[in-house]
């Protein structure tokens, strides 16, 4: 991804959030267990979804890959983040920095636009329910879906691409506690003009053009919701979509206040404390959110765990 002969850089320094050993310890324990969460709710997500028949539906089958993309964004970035909280070794090979950067603009952007994919297939349900089985049909998922890793897989080729231009010199320390592209620009001894407009492009279309969907998608919902004449009526098919409209709310304003802000206003304390809100607290949020305010994913998950707790018992007896 990136030529070596560009740069007499061998490796990087993550400098990490802080350099108190007591807040550091502190920290290991706490994003330890924020993994943790994170690793058995989405793994369990998509354990429910898939062993239950009655969740074989769109909606699900979006909310599975929600689940992958959590999983998968969140291993990238909090093990090395681990590792350097809980050792002195806070060093990450050249390779290894373009790396974390290439997969988290992957699973980040793919997000971005499955959460779009989601407030579509909400509005098809709630706006047009007779022709919801029809509209959101395997195909139209599948391409969706395909759409999104395609998306995340060109934004990341772009990002690789106008990294690849940067020169490092002797500096090799990243005020950050993980390789974005904003520290690393900063770190680079070239002109990063052409590198920052890229990444400010590709960041902003990408949040633009999702959040245009999004906003459309819930406009229509609402002249919907607002036309239902029972209170019942309305508050089940607003029950439908919160769940969704509170995980892009956390995620796209996290994203915005990182990405789309002036560089003049740059700050290493918010900043770090954005990106540990998007990388680690929300990939734990998701299933959280999705599961708790969800009736179907509870009963689901009951059904799968007294049929499996059934099957035992038979054996045992």
Request: hydrophobic share 45%; net charge positive; proline share 3%.
């Amino acid at each position: 991804m990136v030529r070596r002969n560009s740069t007499s850089v061998a490796d990087f320094i993550l400098m990490g959030l802080t350099d108190s050993a007591e807040t550091q310890l502190v920290l290991s324990v706490l994003f330890l267990l924020i993994y943790l969460i994170t690793v058995l709710g989405n793994a369990g997500m998509i354990l429910i979804i898939w062993l239950d028949p009655q969740l074989h539906t769109p909606m699900y089958f979006f909310l599975t890959h929600l689940s992958f993309l959590d999983l998968s964004y969140s291993s990238v970035i909090t093990p090395k983040t681990l590792q350097n909280l809980m050792t002195s070794t806070k060093r990450i090979s050249f390779l290894g920095c373009f790396t974390q950067i290439f997969f988290f603009v992957i699973f980040g952007t793919a997000e971005c636009f499955l959460l779009s994919s989601m407030a579509y297939d909400r509005y098809v349900a709630i706006c047009h329910p007779l022709h919801y089985p029809v509209i959101m049909s395997t195909r139209l998922c599948h391409a969706l879906l395909t759409g999104c890793y395609v998306m995340g897989f060109l934004d990341a080729i772009l990002g690789a691409v106008s990294h690849s231009r940067l020169h490092f010199c002797s500096c090799n320390v990243i005020q950050h506690f993980f390789c974005d592209a904003s520290p690393l620009l900063a770190l680079s001894c070239s002109d990063t003009s052409e590198a920052e407009i890229i990444v400010y492009i590709c960041a902003g279309s990408n949040l633009v053009l999702s959040l245009i969907t999004i906003s459309g998608s819930y406009l229509s919902i609402l002249s919907t919701i607002l036309k239902i004449n029972s209170t019942a009526g309305k508050k089940k098919a607003f029950s439908t979509c919160a769940s969704h409209l509170l995980g892009v709310t956390i995620f796209y304003s996290t994203m915005i206040f990182t990405y789309l802000k002036p560089k003049t206003s740059y700050s290493l304390g918010r900043d770090q404390v954005a990106s540990v809100f998007y990388t680690i607290v929300i990939p734990m949020l998701n299933p959280l959110i999705y599961s708790f305010r969800n009736k179907e994913v509870k009963r689901a998950a009951l059904r799968v765990l007294q049929k499996r707790w059934g099957h035992e018992h038979l054996i045992s007896q």
